[in-house]
């Protein structure tokens, strides 16, 4: 339906309310400019499917026009962005007879540029915030200590959700592009990611790093088929400047920000060589397999290109294989004919069975024997 009040609507959301008595909460703005915008909330009626002609409640925006609305599961909290660039919160007072709205201090929200996408989570512990600068916040509700602080997340955000735990927020730019971002407590910080080659199983591999103290950074892995978590192991014990596969995807290699290198096979993600201050002292800006070797190129500033032979299991080739399969099938004719040169053959001697003949001849004589006792005429 369309409201006839005058006003640009330019954002709502809808109000969730005990026992089906829902809300709507509109933004609008004027185009005279000495009509100042508002925050109006109307009732819905399920029967008739439509709005309150008139606002229940409304509030007059003194500087800038409503750009997104977020409202917290609870129902009780609205938070709108606006083109000034402040974030302003409001407590919504719903009683049987009245509904008011009123304005909160939030000093954590003031002053952070325009705010295209703000989003409460699912269980409404957290509130994710994206900028037109495409700087992304998480924030913990209700104390607004920050969680997640990146500046340049996005180009611009064009929208964002969060998932149904709560665990991970979604979000697209104007440019086209999105990301998944980890909406947990700050904890683990992604800094590296490369994904798997063997063509078997899609797996995406990244460097973590978590917050506590005096935590080793460690190497995870996900399943991108259900974006589960495999598991996770320290491998470095040291932050990462670089990560990346072989082309066969049987070998993982990382590069730390002192100059060592650490490859890991990847099948057992047990380390198979590790090259110690290999570039000492400099952060290793490029590492790369040989597409036919195990050999790695590395390179930095200060140490130039370095080519380094991997302590790696040798492997067997194609040909090496072929004629593995040749030998063995030489030897074994080999085998064959010694053992025919010295066994009992059919054919070399004579068979221990012959043909059966009647045991009667003997009795009766041979008719063409000499033998005195052989037939007579009669």
Not at 97 to 118: D, F, M, N, R, W
Not at 234 to 250: M, N
Not at 331 to 341: E, W
Request: charged content about 20%; some cysteine; glycine content about 6%.
């Amino acid at each position: 339906m369309e409201l006839q009040n005058v006003g640009i609507v330019s954002c709502g959301k809808w109000i969730k309310r005990p026992e089906k008595a829902n809300l709507v909460v509109l933004g609008k703005f004027y185009k005279s400019s000495s009509a100042k915008s508002k925050l109006e909330i109307f009732s819905f009626d399920s029967k008739t499917l439509s709005l309150s002609s008139s606002p229940l409640a409304e509030y007059e925006i003194e500087d800038g026009e409503p750009i997104s609305i977020a409202v917290h599961p609870n129902g009780d909290q609205i938070i709108c962005a606006t083109s000034s660039g402040d974030c302003k919160l409001f407590e919504l007072c719903a009683q049987e007879t009245s509904v008011k709205l009123l304005p909160k201090e939030a000093p954590s929200l003031q002053g952070v540029g325009l705010q295209t996408c703000i989003e409460f989570s699912v269980d409404g512990c957290k509130l994710g915030c994206g900028g037109e600068d495409g700087h992304l916040r998480i924030l913990e509700w209700p104390s607004l200590r920050i969680i997640l602080d990146e500046p340049n997340a996005q180009k611009s955000f064009r929208d964002m959700d969060f998932s149904l735990d709560s665990e991970f927020l979604a979000s697209t730019s104007t440019d086209g592009s999105a990301r998944v971002w980890n909406a947990n407590d700050g904890n683990e910080k992604i800094e590296l990611c490369c994904f798997s080659k063997d063509g078997t199983k899609p797996f995406l591999f990244c460097t973590v790093q978590r917050a506590k103290a005096k935590a080793k950074p460690m190497t995870v892995v996900w399943d991108m088929s259900t974006w589960n978590r495999i598991g996770f192991k320290v491998l470095l014990a040291k932050p990462a400047s670089v990560l990346t596969t072989s082309q066969d995807g049987k070998y993982l290699a990382l590069g730390s920000k002192d100059g060592d290198v650490c490859v890991v096979e990847v099948k057992t993600m047990r380390i198979s060589h590790w090259s110690k201050r290999l570039h000492p002292g400099t952060s290793i800006a490029a590492l790369e397999f040989c597409p036919s070797e195990r050999v790695v190129l590395t390179t930095t500033k200060e140490w130039g290109a370095k080519v380094t032979q991997l302590t790696v299991p040798v492997e067997w080739k194609d040909w090496q294989i072929y004629g593995l399969l040749f030998v063995m099938l030489l030897v074994s004719a080999i085998a064959f004919y010694i053992f025919y040169l010295m066994s009992d053959s059919f054919w070399q001697h004579p068979a221990t069975y012959q043909p059966s003949t009647s045991h009667i001849d003997p009795l009766l004589g041979d008719p063409h024997s000499e033998d005195p006792f052989g037939p007579l005429d009669l």
